[in-house]
Each structure stands twice: as C-alpha cells, then as structure tokens.
C-alpha cells in the first residue's frame, strides 16, 4: 500500500493517471452515472468535453485523474458502463496547494469555507456550495444573495 500524504497539505502527487476515452452513442444520462460510479471508485476529478469523432460523429471525450492504485477498478467501470472499446492512460503529476475550512457566518446560518492555501498566502477561497444550497432552499432566497452574504463576510 502506498502511503499518501493528508488531504488538506500542500503536496506533490507523483503516482498519478490521466485516463480518457472517447465515446459515441452514450445519453447524457449514463455520462451522469458514470460520472458518479467514477468518483466512488476514488477518481479525483472527472470532465467531459465535446468532440468530433471520425466520419464527423458528435462525441464525448470522458477524461479523468485518479491514483494509480485505482486503475483496474476505473478500467472495469469505463469498459461495463460505457460505449469505449479502448482506454488510453498515460501518468501525472499533480501539485496539489493546501486546502483550509473556515465556519463563515451568515444572517441565516454557518456556511463552510474552503481556502486554498500556497507558501503559507490564501490564493483561493470558496463557499461550500452544499452549504449555501441548503440555506437557499430552507429561508427560500436566492442562492446568489447566499453567496453575496458570504462574500461580504469575508472582506
């Protein structure tokens, strides 16, 4: 078993995979699936993009990244769940910046608070849209007014 550092620190990943395929004849609905059986399975990240395949057939380009030691579980997903006759999967470094959560109060509860964190400097901050998703629902206010509340609190 390979030893990985904790989630939230600074660190280079070196034992990383981009996988992708490309795939035809696929409903957006099995993409969503997939795309849900991909992240339970331990991919870090899942995209798609638009494409041309041969012969001009609209297609889709299911990329992702995942730990090496995830690769077989990926592969036996992307081949059952999908329309790809191929994988191609080539390695990775990913430099990962570190990652703090802070408890932001707004007029309508806590709202949770990821920064992004590089040589001890916040580069990045963002509401946990969960977290403001629910407080929209449960006051029945916009979810922009919830962000701008956040976003005001943290000026």
């Given amino acids: 078993m390979i030893s990985h550092p904790p989630p939230n620190e600074e660190h280079i990943d070196d034992q990383m995979l981009k996988v992708e395929v490309n795939l035809d004849d696929i409903s957006g609905e099995w993409l969503g699936y997939v795309m849900d059986l991909l992240f339970e399975a331990g991919a870090n990240d899942v995209f798609y993009t638009p494409i041309y395949m041969k012969k001009n057939r609209p297609g889709v380009l299911l990329q992702l990244l995942c730990h090496c030691e995830k690769l077989e579980t990926i592969r036996d997903i992307l081949l059952k769940e999908t329309t790809t006759l191929g ?3 080539y390695p990775l470094t990913v430099f990962r910046a570190e990652r703090t959560f802070r408890q932001v109060q707004t007029k309508w509860g806590h ?45």
């Fill in 111 to 155: 709202v949770t608070v990821k920064e992004g964190m590089y040589n001890g400097q916040v580069i990045q901050r963002a509401p946990e849209f969960e977290d403001c998703k629910k407080i929209a629902n449960t006051y029945n206010v916009p979810l922009k007014k919830v962000y701008e509340q956040v976003w005001k609190q943290l000026d």
């Fill in 87 to 89: 994988i191609r999967y």
